[in-house]
């Protein structure tokens, strides 16, 4: 069992890379299972109906979302219906959408969690409390689970990494749109990244426009983002799954650029 996980895509460049990327990094690590972060995905700031379909249409089977999960206001319209997409569990109740799913893919299943942090990010219910009722309720069901938990903070990641070690096969950061390489399988059997990084252009300030960023930073008035154009750069990992225990057996990093397409 092997899942490639995708991390931020941002923007029409991001959409671009996935494009060129994917059909080469399918056909090297022969991936089970793709999974990729959408929640920048249209023009830095959420997804539409259109996107995630051109998502899945070039090969990618779900969809984890974050803290712009409801930036386009045609997400209301979809999210219910789409059980391949999973915004963050610690929402409220009654918030629309899901926080996990089964992604199946052939004879293969993968549980899919979705959560966001609370250190320097909007205050949700408790992503520590959340994950452990959805494992005791999805208990002996999956035997490979997936979490992506879209956080700012590096020590609140590394905490979850921690909390699940040995309970789900992977825990993989995004959010912070730079790839870590703390990736390592923990002592207990679960494959850990802080964060797997972004998806969009190489030359933006974490994937947006350079000058806007600096004259925030610089000025501390009120700036409009947006996505930067240019050349583009992909992160992902390919995760190992044991086919007996579920837990991880490897995990890679994966770093390609648009001039080079190298492979690290």
Known sequence: ??????????????????????????????????????????????????????MFE???????????????????????GEERMVRPANFPNGTPGRGYTTIKVKDKELLLINLQGRTFLPPLDCPFEKVDGILAAQKKKHKFTLVDFHAEA??????????????????????????????RILPSGTAYVTDVGMVGPQNGILG???????????????????????????????????PDTGLGTKIQLIRMEEDQLLFE
């Open 208 to 242: 947006m426009e350079k000058r806007a960023v600096l004259q925030k930073f610089q000025t501390q008035l009120p700036v409009r983002f947006v996505v930067d154009e240019g050349k583009w750069h992909f992160h992902a990992v390919s995760i190992d799954l044991d």
């Open 58 to 80: 070039l090969g990618v089977h779900g969809i984890t979302m974050g803290n712009h999960t409801w930036d386009q206001k045609e997400i209301f319209d979809f999210i219910d």
């Open 154 to 183: 590096t020590s609140e990641k590394l905490a979850m990494g921690w909390h699940l070690d040995g309970r789900v096969s992977a825990v993989v950061g995004t959010h912070t749109h730079v790839q870590t390489h703390d990736e």
């Open 1 to 54: 069992m092997r899942v490639l996980f995708i991390g931020d895509i941002v923007g029409s460049v991001g959409r671009k890379a996935l494009k060129a990327c994917l059909p080469r990094l399918t056909a090297k690590y022969n991936p089970t299972i793709v999974i990729a972060n959408g929640e920048n995905a249209a023009a830095g700031r959420g997804i539409t109906a259109a996107i995630a379909k051109e």
